[in-house]
T-cell receptor, first 109, second 115 residues
Framework: GIQVEQSPPDLILQEGANSTLRCNFS?????LQWFHQNPWGQLINLFY???GTKQNGRLSATTVATERYSLLYISSSQTTDSGVYFC???????????FGEGTQLTVNP | GAGVSQTPSNKVTEKGKYVELRCDPI?????LYWYRQSLGQGPEFLIY????????DSGLPNDRFFAVRPEGSVSTLKIQRTERGDSAVYLC?????????????FGQGTRLTVV
């Protein structure tokens, strides 16, 4: 099956800093999503982005499908951005989402 | 409802007991997925329904796990003879279609603890 690797595994920032999270995947995909898992365990949809670039406030994402990676940018980070960020992909041959191991982000005041 | 709803939020059961976990997907979504998440890991796929049928159950760990979706809407994940290793958060997701516009939305999960 498809492999999904996220980096870095852990990231600690001061409030106001910018960061980039990376997701590499090993095969062609139909779908790529970024999620934020909050402290209560809820997976919050950030982006549905199988290709191209999208922006939503302080967050933006870029997927380069031909090179099999996606980037999530967080600008002017806030303490409420803390949590685990997951990348998940749906390979072209299937319907399931395969998740990476996540990036644990901690934003300190 | 507006989102995917899962009940119960928490379930504590004794080893060997039978449990049922319920998922109510977003209205009109044809695809429904179950995932399991252990501490410190990403969610892992269990089973996927297209309508009433299980289109892919290859992620179910063994025959103690079973899921149904009899009317193509609500789904129930059933675990027989629970073991302590079954303790995890069980997540349900739905999407409008299994392919094409496939953005998946997740419920808040059921935290299962087997003691």
């Amino acid at each position: 099956g498809i492999q999904v690797e996220q980096s870095p595994p852990d990231l600690i920032l001061q409030e106001g800093a910018n960061s980039t999270l990376r997701c590499n995947f090993s095969d062609s995909v139909n779908n790529l999503q970024w999620f934020h898992q909050n402290p209560w365990g809820q997976l919050i949809n950030l982006f549905y982005i199988p290709s191209g670039t999208k922006q939503n406030g302080r967050l933006s994402a870029t997927t380069v499908a031909t090179e099999r990676y996606s980037l999530l940018y967080i600008s002017s980070s806030q303490t409420t951005d803390s949590g685990v960020y997951f990348c998940a992909v749906q390979e072209t041959s299937g319907s399931r989402l395969t998740f990476g191991e996540g990036t644990q982000l901690t934003v300190n005041p | 409802g507006a989102g995917v709803s899962q009940t119960p939020s928490n379930k504590v059961t004794e080893k060997g007991k039978y449990v049922e976990l319920r998922c109510d997907p977003i209205s009109g979504h044809t695809a429904l997925y179950w995932y399991r998440q252990s501490l410190g890991q990403g969610p892992e796929f269990l089973i996927y329904f297209q309508g009433t049928g299980a289109a892919d159950d290859s992620g179910l760990p063994n025959d103690r796990f079973f899921a149904v979706r009899p009317e193509g809407s609500v789904s129930t994940l059933k675990i027989q003879r629970t073991e302590r290793g079954d303790s995890a958060v069980y997540l349900c997701a739905s999407s409008l279609y299994p392919r094409g516009n496939t953005e998946a939305f997740f419920g808040q999960g059921t935290r299962l603890t087997v003691v």
